[in-house]
């Protein structure tokens, strides 16, 4: 955001660059009074700061030392430490980034870094001097490897889309955008699939949902089941987590759960709401689940979530089954602010498979011949499925499930029973667009975004969901809805 879009103060931030053109940007002694003064007034001030990290770590031969310290009582990284949950903080490694200036960056909340980057705790020079072989710097920490793994949070081209992204990701935490559009929300009646054996996109359905170029995801290369971006819905920012079925189902692993435990903890601390989509067969298990020390990192998510501050808004896309349906709502379905569903939502202790195979264990085990034992499986998993509400019967009941709709007279809501053509009304019983071609005035010192501009009735009532999100978090943190 601009400082025109915001005020003046909050576009102001405290910038560090390391310049690699002198002594290979290491850190000396004056090198680390200065970061530390920088770090001290972004604190006192309140500004975010930004990190050009390039460089190759501390100076042995650091002529300002004329003491010959041993540099052990430096306070560069304590004062970086201290910012932690007070101002944002953005470290950018473009080229070979090692040593302590790797510790400045890895400090940070945020890592960018450009797809040339090497990144490393240690640089050749000290990993030669350890006795650990000798090795070219652009072995040591490739910024691809360091986005598989989770360091670096955005992986980019170059410097000047390091600073963009640097740019759009602290726009975030200035508030509410005066201008916004969205893509035509028709797209999310066919955004999830009514078989529940197929997969989809849902980045594509988080990009449908929210205001258009919006998104930044973070970490997207490391715990790919999970989905974690920023985003805007009618220029309100928060964070979005979600689970991606086409990796595992869907199924929360070890990455995964830390992966959403640390966006969780970010959102938290800079009071964005949040927004879960849940699409989860439940935890990752077996042996090979477990040496990756599953009990330790998915239970994080059952501490962080109960104890979150700002509001939780959780939706059921597909399937949310056993504690890790629970988790990825903060827990528990009582976690959560509000609580929607998809109409393809399904809910349950454990998947239909599972349970079937439980349940019926002994009568499955008591069949010989496989054949017959996968067709008896298969006409108990239907009976079971068929003991549940009908997906049709709960599609069905959506045009006369009790609604929320603005009267054309105030522009205010009242309850409503009264049957509507309203496709997408099951998603949690809301909506918030008038069943009359009267739109609400557009409120004052805003544009009306362009889907508000129509006079459809149909039209509106099929674009309701990205407002029943906004609507619901609005009404959580007892903001006027706009």
Known sequence: MSAAESDAQNTQVAALAYDYTVLAGTQGLQNHKKAERMFELARRRGTPVIIFAEGGGGRPGDTDNQAKATGMDLGTFVALGRLNGHVPTVGIAAGRCFA?????????????????????????????????????PEAIGPAPVQAAN??????????????????????????????????????????????????????ALIHTLTDEESVLELRKEFGRGMVTCLARVEGRPMGIVANDGRHRGGAIDSDGADKMARFL?????????????????????????????????????????????VPLCAIVIRKSYGLGGQAIAGGSFRVPDAMLAWPTGDLGAMGPEGAVRLGFRRELDAIDDPNEREQTFQSLLADYEARAVPRTQHRSSRSTMSSIR?????????????????????????S???????????????????????????????????????????LITAQPSV
């Open 265 to 309: 903890r970010l959102c938290d601390t800079y009071e964005l709401p949040i927004v879960s989509l849940c699409d989860t067969p439940g935890f990752m298990v077996g042996p090979e689940a477990e040496e990756t020390a599953m009990v330790r990192h998915v239970s994080r998510l059952l501490v962080t979530g109960p104890n979150l501050a």
């Open 432 to 474: 918030t667009h008038g069943d009359t071609a009267a739109e609400a005035p557009a409120p004052r010192g805003r544009r009306a975004p362009a889907h508000r501009q129509s006079s459809s009735a149909a039209r509106c009532w099929s674009r309701s969901t990205p407002r029943i999100v906004s609507r619901a978090i609005a």
């Open 150 to 203: 989770g360091v670096v949070d955005i992986l980019v081209d170059d410097e000047a889309a390091a600073v963009a992204a640097t740019k759009k990701y602290l726009g975030y935490f200035q508030g509410s955008a005066r201008q916004w559009s969205c893509a035509d929300q028709r797209r999310l009646r066919n955004a999830v699939p009514e078989r529940r054996y197929r997969v989809f996109d849902i980045r």
């Open 100 to 136: 302590g200036n790797a510790a400045l960056l890895g400090a940070c909340d945020v890592v960018i870094a450009t797809g040339d980057a090497n990144i490393g705790m240690g640089g050749p020079a000290m990993i030669e001097g350890g006795g650990l072989g000798t090795f070219a």
């Open 406 to 430: 603005p009267t054309p007279e105030r522009g205010s809501c009242r309850p409503s029973t009264a049957p509507t053509a309203n496709p997408l009304n099951g998603f949690g019983g809301i």
